[in-house]
């Protein structure tokens, strides 16, 4: 599958905010959840929050109550609104479905200084 596009990243102080773009195919963004992921250097890639096509959403310990996942079906386009950054949110950020039924995009790196 076409990898997804992610952008909206960039260099931000800690406590500042940013707002992802996924976009997707939309044949498999209309049928499957959708969700956001982490990587940096020398770790596996990381779930941090799902979003499913009735807007259902869940978050992992490390993003709750700062991060906001939504999806516009219209634009067949994932957000992640990510707020109160801390430095150990730096990393490249992806989209992907639960099942991984896309290749991996470039990501969009996330970098927040202290």
């Known amino acids: 599958q076409v990898p997804p596009v992610e952008s909206g990243g960039g260099l931000v102080q800690a406590g500042g905010s940013l707002r992802l773009s996924c976009v997707a195919s939309?044949?498999?963004?209309?049928?499957?959840?959708m969700g956001w992921y982490r990587q940096t250097p020398g770790k596996r890639r990381e779930f941090i929050a799902r979003?499913?096509?009735?807007?259902?959403?869940y978050y992992t310990n490390s993003v709750k109550g700062r991060f906001t996942i939504s999806r516009d079906d219209a634009k067949n386009t994932l957000y992640l609104q990510m707020n109160s950054l801390k430095p150990e949110d730096t990393a490249v950020y992806y989209c992907?479905?639960?099942?991984?039924?896309?290749?991996w995009g470039q990501g969009t790196q996330v970098t927040v200084s202290s």
């Open positions: 979003i499913g096509s009735s807007g259902y959403s």
């Open positions: 992907n479905t639960l099942a991984f039924t896309f290749d």
């Open positions: 939309r044949s498999i963004f209309m049928t499957e959840d």
